[in-house]
């Protein structure tokens, strides 16, 4: 005891009970001999030297010394070697109150003076916050965690859990499952509530061209797009402690587009694409999809799919939204596993009510994340916007899920989640556009070809690279390599090693064009021309993207190559 407590010599003893009848004297004997069993509860009480005052020192310097044990082991419950994102070490150090101005009629006091009726607010204060215009429905993250932390003890013996859904494993006090299970082991049942937080507030597209390049592949193919959102975090004024997500360019990965499907292929150049990304000083904080139908061509509207009595989502797309929060979780001091929950966003294009184009923002809530985690959550074959919980199999247990609902009685019931509606799983996050868009990456109406668009003929070759580059030959060099896509392919056919294009990154990220100057003038770049002089390739006649057919096997070629994509022979 005193070495764990780190207590002096003298000063305390120990009892087997609260009235001081039975001190445990002492001595080199086992526990066993004098009486002390496992689960026993000791008392220790501070017992001064009468006469003494280094005694009495001592015995005050033992109290002392339980305490701080005490102190450190709550302290052990935040883990300060966890390195959190930039916006959330900005936001914890943040008081986060609400500032009131002065009331004219409720307020009696000088213009120095505070009342209830002007006193800042806390940051998670629900009148206030049902009191905006539009109210905010959901707390921001560090709001949160500001409520569970503002009690007499401040949070010490706060910790956030991720919901687990499987198995303890290494029980030994009964077979394995599933031939055995017992309460130590087995996984609680999951209760689903609404989420009262989000940890992004608001997803802020940097400018227009960034959606509408997007969504120029459903309008010229009629086909569903995916694609990756690149941008960074930052706080979000509009909400106490609140996370916005910046997105400043789309990625669109290898994929099969269909008018009803989207089939995702291997991407070999994800890594590289992130590299990039890192150098200019964002990061992957989202996906984006299109759920699209014409309604009338020749008016430009769309069905409404989504919204209203639909579904918000469907069950799969859910399942691959927990998925990729689970990939990108959020790093978290007061997490038992140094992470709880996700920054990851989804926004979905879809038409509304007025048959436009309209854009949503959604996240999974945390139990969803762990329920795909954990395989427990599957999609149901009838309805997209019905989620099933597996049965427990030979070689799993899952644990049993339910949902409240109110029958036509207006009685709340408890539901099990077979099947469970998927709105208990979303969390809604607003999105837009601001008033005075930046175009960081989008300097110029003529950008380079996107990614992966062949079936569409725009192509990335070196042939497009070397038109691009000479259009901007005299001018705009800065604006030339402002493009993402542009950038990404130099680095993926590694004409410029990534370690060279930091310079040109921070001349982007800057925008100066004295940095950008002084790139051009560097050995990287200058390779790059001498490459595209010494391959001199010539103007070729466009034709319309309807490919070219080869004079030895007939074979009709979508790309632009010098070479039959069936029998490799020269194109003329």
Not at 537 to 551: I, K, L
Request: hydrophobic letters at 30%; a negative charge.
């Amino acid at each position: 005891v005193r070495n764990t407590l780190n207590l002096t010599t003298l000063g305390w003893s120990l009892y087997k009970d609260r009235q001081k009848n039975h001190r445990i004297a002492n001595s080199r004997k086992s526990l066993t001999s004098i009486g002390i069993k496992h689960g026993d509860l000791l008392l220790l009480h501070e017992e001064p030297t009468a006469g003494s005052s280094v005694n009495s020192d001592e015995g005050m310097d033992a109290v002392d010394s339980a305490a701080a044990a005490i102190n450190n082991a709550s302290n052990m419950l935040t883990d300060s070697n966890t390195i959190e994102d930039e916006v959330d070490v900005l936001l914890s150090k943040d008081d986060g109150l609400i500032n009131r101005e002065r009331h004219p009629q409720l307020c009696r006091h000088g213009p120095l003076g505070k009342c209830i009726h002007c006193s800042p607010l806390e940051p998670y204060d629900e009148e206030y916050l049902s009191s905006l215009e539009p109210p905010i429905k959901h707390l921001s993250f560090h709001s949160y965690l500001r409520k569970l932390r503002s009690g007499v003890d401040k949070g010490k013996f706060t910790m956030l859990e991720n919901v687990v859904c499987t198995i303890t494993p290494g029980c030994k006090e009964h077979p394995p499952w599933p031939n055995g299970i017992c309460t130590k082991c087995q996984p609680n049942a999951i209760t689903l509530n609404r989420q009262r937080y989000r940890h992004v507030d608001y997803v802020m597209f940097q400018n227009s061209k960034i959606m509408e390049n997007f969504l120029n592949y459903w309008r010229n193919s009629g086909c569903q797009r995916l694609g990756y959102l690149y941008g960074y975090y930052e706080p979000h004024k509009d909400v106490p402690l609140g996370i916005k997500a910046v997105v400043v360019a789309i990625y669109e990965p290898p994929q099969k587009n269909t008018k009803n499907s989207i089939q995702l292929l291997e991407d070999t150049k994800a890594s590289t694409v992130d590299a990039v990304a890192k150098l200019l000083g964002f990061r992957k904080v989202g996906w984006i999809i299109t759920d699209l139908l014409p309604q009338d061509v020749r008016k430009g509207s769309v069905q409404h799919t989504r919204g209203g009595d639909m579904h918000l989502m469907s069950a799969e797309e859910c399942m691959m939204a927990a998925d990729f929060q689970n990939n990108h979780p959020n790093p978290c001091k007061y997490a038992r596993d140094k992470c709880f929950g996700s920054k990851f966003v989804t926004v979905i294009v879809s038409g509304n009510s007025d048959n436009t184009i309209d854009i949503h923002g959604y996240q999974v809530s945390n139990q969803c994340m762990s329920l795909v985690r954990d395989s427990c959550l599957i999609p149901t074959r009838d309805d997209s916007s019905l989620a099933y919980v597996k049965n427990s199999t030979n070689t799993q247990y899952v644990p049993d899920v339910f949902y409240k609902m109110k029958d036509e009685y207006n009685n709340e019931r408890l539901m099990l989640g077979r099947p469970l509606p998927v709105e208990y799983l979303l969390v809604d996050v607003p999105n837009g556009f601001p008033k005075n868009m930046k175009y960081l990456l989008d300097k110029l109406d003529d950008h380079y070809p996107i990614e992966n668009r062949d079936d569409m003929g725009q192509l990335q070759n070196f042939t497009i690279l070397a038109k691009y580059i000479e259009k901007y030959t005299d001018g705009k060099y800065l604006e030339m390599v402002s493009d993402f896509h542009f950038l990404t392919y130099l680095a993926a056919t590694e004409l410029i090693k990534l370690e060279d294009l930091q310079p040109l990154a921070k001349a982007i990220k800057n925008e100066s064009a004295l940095e950008a100057i002084k790139f051009k003038e560097c050995k990287a770049w200058q390779t790059v021309e001498q490459l595209i002089k010494a391959n001199d390739v010539p103007d070729e006649p466009s034709n319309g993207g309807q490919g070219w057919s080869c004079q030895h096997c007939t074979f009709i070629n979508t790309r632009s190559d010098e070479t039959c994509e069936m029998c490799s022979l020269p194109r003329s």
